[in-house]
């Protein structure tokens, strides 16, 4: 069985708390995790993030972008910045594949749809982490090289 993951949850919806909190509650195998903390998009978010990831208090970043996109965006850029090894996984309802590429251009590991399927969650915690050397632009490089 592999090792428990231990998720921060960035949204300002208290429905999207329940639904990751009970998808925790049912969660084994491969897919276990828990939720070890929150913060709500918008100044302070990403430092209260980048600080439980180096506690490690956390090892995987939740952001739920339908709260508040404009913040999620900016929070998820100043996570991959200051913390590049954090695996940051994206919930958002908007299928544009422009807000997508931008996403995975600040530094989401994954991107899954909002409300969150088990099964795609257990899936992207269970994918081995692509580590990319230096700071979050490089990752840009992946998605056109």
Known sequence: MA???SLILITS???FITQIERLAAGASGSGAFRV???STPGAGAARA???ALHAGT???VLLDLDSNETDGIRTLEEVSLHAPEARVLVAT???DSELILRVMRAGAADVLGNPVEPESLAAALSRPVRRVAGPWRSRVGILHG
């Open 58 to 60: 956390a090892n995987v």
């Open 3 to 5: 090792a428990m993951q």
């Open 36 to 38: 070890s903390g929150r």
């Open 13 to 15: 919806r208290q429905a």
């Open 49 to 51: 993030v980048i600080d």
């Open 93 to 95: 309802g908007n299928r």
